[in-house]
Protein backbone atom coordinates (compact mmCIF):
# COMPACT_ATOMS: atom_id res chain seq x y z
CA UNK A 1 0.00 0.00 0.00
CA UNK A 2 1.42 3.18 -0.65
CA UNK A 3 3.26 5.44 2.73
CA UNK A 4 4.17 8.71 1.91
CA UNK A 5 5.28 10.54 4.86
CA UNK A 6 6.10 14.14 5.75
CA UNK A 7 10.27 15.03 5.56
CA UNK A 8 11.82 14.04 8.92
CA UNK A 9 15.03 15.40 10.70
CA UNK A 10 17.46 18.31 10.01
CA UNK A 11 18.16 17.05 6.63
CA UNK A 12 14.43 16.44 5.96
CA UNK A 13 14.62 12.65 5.11
CA UNK A 14 11.71 11.68 3.15
CA UNK A 15 10.69 7.72 2.07
CA UNK A 16 7.98 7.30 -0.27
CA UNK A 17 7.05 3.56 -0.93
CA UNK A 18 3.95 2.18 -2.91
CA UNK A 19 3.63 -1.49 -2.12
CA UNK A 20 0.61 -3.42 -3.06
CA UNK A 21 -0.64 -6.24 -1.71
CA UNK A 22 -2.41 -9.45 -3.53
CA UNK A 23 -4.08 -11.98 -0.99
CA UNK A 24 -5.25 -15.63 -1.43
CA UNK A 25 -7.42 -16.92 1.16
CA UNK A 26 -8.83 -20.97 1.00
CA UNK A 27 -11.12 -21.93 3.39
CA UNK A 28 -10.82 -25.14 4.72
CA UNK A 29 -14.41 -25.74 5.76
CA UNK A 30 -17.88 -25.14 4.45
CA UNK A 31 -18.66 -22.36 6.91
CA UNK A 32 -16.04 -20.40 5.90
CA UNK A 33 -14.68 -19.90 9.35
CA UNK A 34 -11.65 -21.83 8.95
CA UNK A 35 -9.04 -19.90 6.33
CA UNK A 36 -5.65 -20.56 5.06
CA UNK A 37 -4.24 -17.28 3.82
CA UNK A 38 -1.06 -16.17 1.49
CA UNK A 39 -0.06 -12.99 0.85
CA UNK A 40 2.38 -11.07 -1.40
CA UNK A 41 3.88 -7.35 -1.12
CA UNK A 42 6.55 -5.90 -3.80
CA UNK A 43 7.06 -2.61 -4.88
CA UNK A 44 9.41 0.51 -5.49
CA UNK A 45 11.07 2.65 -2.01
CA UNK A 46 12.30 5.93 -3.02
CA UNK A 47 14.74 7.93 -0.25
CA UNK A 48 15.97 11.08 -0.02
CA UNK A 49 17.61 13.87 1.73
CA UNK A 50 18.73 17.63 1.39
CA UNK A 51 22.12 17.93 1.39
CA UNK A 52 22.12 21.82 1.59
CA UNK A 53 21.07 21.21 5.24
CA UNK A 54 23.51 18.93 6.65
CA UNK A 55 26.39 20.39 9.36
CA UNK A 56 29.93 18.76 8.71
CA UNK A 57 32.77 19.25 10.65
CA UNK A 58 35.02 20.81 8.08
CA UNK A 59 32.33 23.56 8.06
CA UNK A 60 33.10 24.46 11.50
CA UNK A 61 36.03 27.40 12.49
CA UNK A 62 36.99 27.62 15.89
CA UNK A 63 33.39 26.08 17.56
CA UNK A 64 31.16 27.82 14.87
CA UNK A 65 29.67 26.98 12.01
CA UNK A 66 29.58 28.59 9.08
CA UNK A 67 27.74 27.23 6.07
CA UNK A 68 30.40 29.05 3.68
CA UNK A 69 33.04 27.13 4.49
CA UNK A 70 33.81 24.55 1.75
CA UNK A 71 33.62 20.58 2.51
CA UNK A 72 35.80 17.62 1.13
CA UNK A 73 32.11 15.47 1.75
CA UNK A 74 30.58 15.06 -1.70
CA UNK A 75 27.51 13.23 -2.37
CA UNK A 76 27.11 11.75 -6.01
CA UNK A 77 23.52 10.63 -5.22
CA UNK A 78 21.12 12.33 -2.52
CA UNK A 79 17.97 9.73 -3.75
CA UNK A 80 17.79 5.86 -4.60
CA UNK A 81 15.25 3.47 -5.27
CA UNK A 82 14.67 0.02 -4.52
CA UNK A 83 12.61 -2.65 -4.63
CA UNK A 84 11.34 -3.99 -1.42
CA UNK A 85 9.67 -8.13 -1.14
CA UNK A 86 8.04 -9.60 1.44
CA UNK A 87 5.43 -12.33 2.01
CA UNK A 88 3.56 -14.14 4.48
CA UNK A 89 1.18 -17.10 5.79
CA UNK A 90 -1.78 -16.66 8.33
CA UNK A 91 -4.18 -19.36 9.65
CA UNK A 92 -7.19 -18.18 11.25
CA UNK A 93 -10.25 -20.41 13.30
CA UNK A 94 -12.54 -20.47 16.37
CA UNK A 95 -13.86 -22.47 18.89
CA UNK A 96 -16.49 -22.47 21.65
CA UNK A 97 -19.41 -19.65 21.79
CA UNK A 98 -17.35 -16.53 20.14
CA UNK A 99 -14.21 -17.31 20.33
CA UNK A 100 -11.54 -16.98 17.83
CA UNK A 101 -7.51 -17.07 17.05
CA UNK A 102 -5.24 -16.57 14.31
CA UNK A 103 -1.01 -17.25 14.11
CA UNK A 104 0.85 -15.81 11.08
CA UNK A 105 4.44 -15.67 9.42
CA UNK A 106 6.25 -13.39 7.65
CA UNK A 107 9.47 -12.54 5.45
CA UNK A 108 9.84 -9.12 5.15
CA UNK A 109 12.94 -7.51 2.75
CA UNK A 110 13.65 -11.64 1.60
CA UNK A 111 15.30 -10.03 -1.81
CA UNK A 112 17.70 -7.94 0.60
CA UNK A 113 17.93 -4.62 -1.32
CA UNK A 114 20.61 -2.69 -1.37
CA UNK A 115 19.90 0.55 0.72
CA UNK A 116 22.72 3.12 0.27
CA UNK A 117 23.62 6.67 -1.41
CA UNK A 118 26.72 5.63 -2.41
CA UNK A 119 26.48 3.63 -5.76
CA UNK A 120 30.20 1.16 -4.77
CA UNK A 121 28.70 0.36 -1.43
CA UNK A 122 28.01 -3.34 -1.82
CA UNK A 123 27.50 -4.29 1.74
CA UNK A 124 24.48 -2.09 2.62
CA UNK A 125 22.03 -4.37 2.32
CA UNK A 126 18.52 -4.21 4.50
CA UNK A 127 18.78 -7.59 6.04
CA UNK A 128 15.28 -9.94 5.71
CA UNK A 129 13.31 -9.74 8.71
CA UNK A 130 10.96 -12.40 9.73
CA UNK A 131 7.78 -12.01 12.01
CA UNK A 132 5.90 -14.35 13.93
CA UNK A 133 2.34 -13.36 15.61
CA UNK A 134 -0.31 -14.72 16.90
CA UNK A 135 -3.85 -13.81 18.40
CA UNK A 136 -6.72 -14.74 20.51
CA UNK A 137 -10.31 -13.18 21.32
CA UNK A 138 -12.62 -14.63 24.47
CA UNK A 139 -15.94 -13.31 24.52
CA UNK A 140 -16.78 -12.22 28.46
CA UNK A 141 -20.07 -11.77 27.96
CA UNK A 142 -22.60 -10.42 25.43
CA UNK A 143 -20.74 -6.90 25.15
CA UNK A 144 -17.63 -7.54 26.49
CA UNK A 145 -14.12 -9.80 25.28
CA UNK A 146 -11.00 -9.53 25.99
CA UNK A 147 -8.61 -10.14 23.13
CA UNK A 148 -4.60 -11.37 23.74
CA UNK A 149 -2.02 -10.50 21.38
CA UNK A 150 1.66 -11.63 20.54
CA UNK A 151 4.50 -10.80 17.90
CA UNK A 152 8.41 -11.48 17.38
CA UNK A 153 10.76 -10.16 15.27
CA UNK A 154 14.26 -10.52 14.01
CA UNK A 155 16.65 -9.12 11.80
CA UNK A 156 20.20 -9.10 11.05
CA UNK A 157 21.05 -10.77 14.50
CA UNK A 158 18.14 -8.55 16.27
CA UNK A 159 15.50 -9.80 18.28
CA UNK A 160 12.09 -8.13 19.40
CA UNK A 161 9.26 -9.99 21.49
CA UNK A 162 5.82 -7.44 21.95
CA UNK A 163 2.65 -8.92 23.58
CA UNK A 164 -0.01 -7.59 25.62
CA UNK A 165 -3.75 -7.45 25.70
CA UNK A 166 -7.32 -5.66 25.37
CA UNK A 167 -10.25 -5.50 27.03
CA UNK A 168 -13.44 -3.83 24.69
CA UNK A 169 -16.54 -3.26 25.82
CA UNK A 170 -19.56 -2.50 23.09
CA UNK A 171 -21.48 0.49 24.03
CA UNK A 172 -23.97 1.19 22.02
CA UNK A 173 -25.29 -0.81 18.73
CA UNK A 174 -26.56 0.67 15.28
CA UNK A 175 -29.88 -0.60 15.16
CA UNK A 176 -30.75 -3.89 12.72
CA UNK A 177 -27.01 -3.91 12.09
CA UNK A 178 -23.86 -5.26 13.27
CA UNK A 179 -22.27 -2.15 13.54
CA UNK A 180 -20.79 -0.86 17.18
CA UNK A 181 -19.52 1.36 19.58
CA UNK A 182 -17.09 0.24 21.84
CA UNK A 183 -14.14 1.27 23.96
CA UNK A 184 -10.64 -0.64 23.83
CA UNK A 185 -8.49 -0.13 26.76
CA UNK A 186 -5.11 -2.72 27.75
CA UNK A 187 -1.40 -2.31 27.59
CA UNK A 188 1.41 -3.95 25.60
CA UNK A 189 4.84 -4.72 26.72
CA UNK A 190 7.85 -4.43 24.74
CA UNK A 191 10.70 -6.94 25.90
CA UNK A 192 13.04 -5.02 27.62
CA UNK A 193 12.14 -1.39 26.30
CA UNK A 194 8.93 -0.24 27.39
CA UNK A 195 5.36 -0.75 28.93
CA UNK A 196 3.05 0.47 26.40
CA UNK A 197 -0.64 1.65 27.74
CA UNK A 198 -3.45 1.67 25.13
CA UNK A 199 -7.48 3.54 24.79
CA UNK A 200 -9.57 3.01 21.66
CA UNK A 201 -12.68 4.23 20.89
CA UNK A 202 -14.40 3.37 17.70
CA UNK A 203 -17.60 4.29 16.56
CA UNK A 204 -19.01 2.46 14.03
CA UNK A 205 -16.41 2.45 11.27
CA UNK A 206 -14.04 4.84 12.18
CA UNK A 207 -11.56 4.50 15.63
CA UNK A 208 -9.36 6.53 16.99
CA UNK A 209 -6.53 5.54 19.33
CA UNK A 210 -3.93 7.15 21.91
CA UNK A 211 -0.72 5.43 23.74
CA UNK A 212 2.15 5.86 25.41
CA UNK A 213 5.84 4.46 25.58
CA UNK A 214 6.56 4.12 29.63
CA UNK A 215 10.48 3.82 28.94
CA UNK A 216 11.85 0.28 31.68
CA UNK A 217 14.93 0.03 29.67
CA UNK A 218 18.38 0.89 30.67
CA UNK A 219 17.94 4.34 29.60
CA UNK A 220 15.30 4.70 31.92
CA UNK A 221 17.58 6.47 34.52
CA UNK A 222 18.43 9.22 31.70
CA UNK A 223 14.81 9.46 30.19
CA UNK A 224 13.25 9.34 33.92
CA UNK A 225 10.95 6.37 32.36
CA UNK A 226 9.23 9.37 29.62
CA UNK A 227 8.50 8.19 26.52
CA UNK A 228 6.49 9.10 23.70
CA UNK A 229 2.94 9.67 23.07
CA UNK A 230 1.40 8.15 19.23
CA UNK A 231 -1.98 8.99 18.39
CA UNK A 232 -3.88 6.84 15.86
CA UNK A 233 -7.03 6.76 13.52
CA UNK A 234 -8.43 4.23 10.79
CA UNK A 235 -11.51 3.59 8.50
CA UNK A 236 -12.56 0.10 8.03
CA UNK A 237 -14.74 0.25 4.79
CA UNK A 238 -17.76 -1.98 5.03
CA UNK A 239 -18.14 -5.31 2.81
CA UNK A 240 -21.05 -4.94 0.56
CA UNK A 241 -23.73 -7.28 1.24
CA UNK A 242 -24.65 -9.03 -1.66
CA UNK A 243 -24.56 -12.77 -2.46
CA UNK A 244 -20.87 -12.65 -2.31
CA UNK A 245 -20.57 -10.78 0.83
CA UNK A 246 -20.51 -14.44 2.57
CA UNK A 247 -18.03 -16.02 0.17
CA UNK A 248 -15.21 -14.50 2.73
CA UNK A 249 -15.38 -13.30 6.43
CA UNK A 250 -12.87 -11.07 7.80
CA UNK A 251 -11.66 -12.22 10.89
CA UNK A 252 -12.78 -9.49 14.14
CA UNK A 253 -10.58 -8.97 16.91
Known sequence: MPDIGIAAGDIKLKRTQLLPVVNFHKSLNGNADDYLSAAFMAGPVTSQFDPTLLQLDDQFQNGSFN??????????????????????????????EGARYYAGIGLFHFNAPKVSYYTNNSSSTLAPKFALNAGLTLPTGDANK?????????????????????????????????????????????????????????????????????????????????????????????????AMAGKVRCTKF
Open 67 to 96: PNNPTAQVFSHTAYTYWDASTGLSYSSGFG
Open 146 to 242: VMFYADYFTQGGNEQFLGGLMYRTDLATKYDTDEKVSLDFGGFYRWNDSFIPVVKLAVYEVSFGISYDVNVSRLQTASQSRGGFEFTASYRARVRKD
